[in-house]
């Protein structure tokens, strides 16, 4: 049946819906606190139980696929874009607690066991993804295809447990030394992947691209300095890093940061031409904690006296923050795009599961 057929396209790399979408539901909520918008919160919330219905059906979806198509798990396992993107799921199970603590409060009774419970599953999944990616790496004969930017997402996940580590602290302070540990384990980690892997991933990209098409879903690793930042303000706040060295490096990470998105709104308005690729959805995770490093930055540089720095970084993160709606939106289009040219097409050219076109990404590689 095509509706079964066409089950086989729904893999790891569909988890970004998801997590743009709740990572959208964070965005919208600081914009809501920044305007002081009833009505902006109320989206967030939306948003935010959208992204919990989208993670779930994926999941399911996910699962069915590798029930039905088991040679596809064996393909997917020796393919490093699809380990990767398995790395979403930490890296959503992450943005779950994020918005739900932001939403309605610091947990408290059951509702704390189960903040534990994810934060812990989130770090066990993420550190074992990226163990599994490295074995990858030194063992298997690597095409330059899949040398993307999408492999420096598992040492994201890593270092994205920084985002609930104060949350965890205040809620359950038993737990303070195990969470500084994991956090400070997490940052050494991803520093030291990013360094390695984004190198392989940028030389791989300058010889292999060959087409403007490709480049928007290519490169830019878009949120790295911003997790980078949200980790060195963490680490000053547990008394490891003063503030005046923390506040150096954080600014010094958040103009390169500011620069990367710029360069990728550029190229990508450039580039993309025809039906929108659904590697768009990767983007508002990244753009996200960009805007939130934002905030954090903007409030460091305003209690020193900095205030004019402070409206310059708050402007910028805004403004970021701002465009995650409409690109939300727009990555919905990409989806209901893709979903329709699917089922419209003949029953003997439907896309094979186990074919090397990654149709889930519109024929394209993705990024994170």
């Known amino acids: 049946m095509p509706a079964f057929r066409l ?50 059906v994926i999941s399911i979806l996910w699962a069915a696929r590798g ?23 930490p890296l959503e199970l992450i943005a779950l607690g994020v918005a739900l603590q932001l939403y309605f409060g610091v947990p408290r009774g059951a509702a704390l066991g189960l903040l534990e419970a994810d934060y812990f599953a989130a770090f066990a999944l993420a550190i074992s993804l990226s163990v599994f990616e490295g074995y990858l790496l ?7 295809r899949e040398l ?67 480049v928007p879903i290519a490169i830019f690793p878009v949120g790295v300095s911003s997790i980078l930042v949200m980790n060195v303000l963490f680490a000053s706040s547990l008394g490891f890093l003063s503030s005046r060295p923390a506040m150096m490096i954080s600014l010094a990470l958040w103009g390169y940061e500011a620069w990367n998105v710029v360069v990728m709104a550029v190229v990508s308005a450039r580039s993309l031409r025809g039906r929108p690729p659904m590697s768009v959805w990767a983007y508002l995770f990244p753009l996200t904690i960009f805007w939130v490093s ?37 990555s919905v289009y990409a989806t209901a795009s893709l979903l329709s040219w699917l089922t419209s097409l003949p029953r003997e050219a439907a896309p094979k599961p186990g074919g090397e076109e990654d149709v889930g990404n519109g024929g394209k590689e993705a990024s994170p």
């Open 67 to 89: 029930l039905a198509f088991p040679e596809l798990v064996r393909r997917d396992a020796r393919d490093l874009g699809k380990v990767s993107f398995t790395a979403l799921i």
């Open 138 to 144: 030194y063992t298997k004969s690597v095409a330059g």
């Open 294 to 330: 934002s905030i954090r930055i903007s409030a460091m540089l305003d209690s020193i006296g900095y205030a004019l720095p402070s409206r310059i970084v708050l402007a910028a993160g805004a403004a970021t923050g701002a465009m995650i709606i409409p690109l939300w939106a727009y």
């Open 7 to 56: 089950m086989g396209i729904f893999s790891s790399d569909w988890f970004s819906v998801a997590l743009g979408t709740t990572a959208a539901s964070v965005a919208v909520y600081w914009l809501s606190a920044l305007a002081r918008s009833p009505a902006l919160r109320a989206l967030g919330i939306a948003l935010a139980a959208l992204g919990a219905v989208a993670f779930l």
């Open 148 to 214: 993307t930017y999408a492999i420096l997402v598992p040492p994201i996940s890593v270092s994205t447990d920084v985002l609930l580590a104060s949350t965890m602290m205040q809620a359950a302070p038993t737990t303070r030394p195990l969470v500084a540990a994991f956090t400070l384990w997490g940052l050494g980690v991803s520093f030291m992947l990013f360094i390695f892997i984004g190198s392989l991933a940028l030389a791989a990209h300058v010889r292999e691209i060959r087409t403007p098409e490709s």
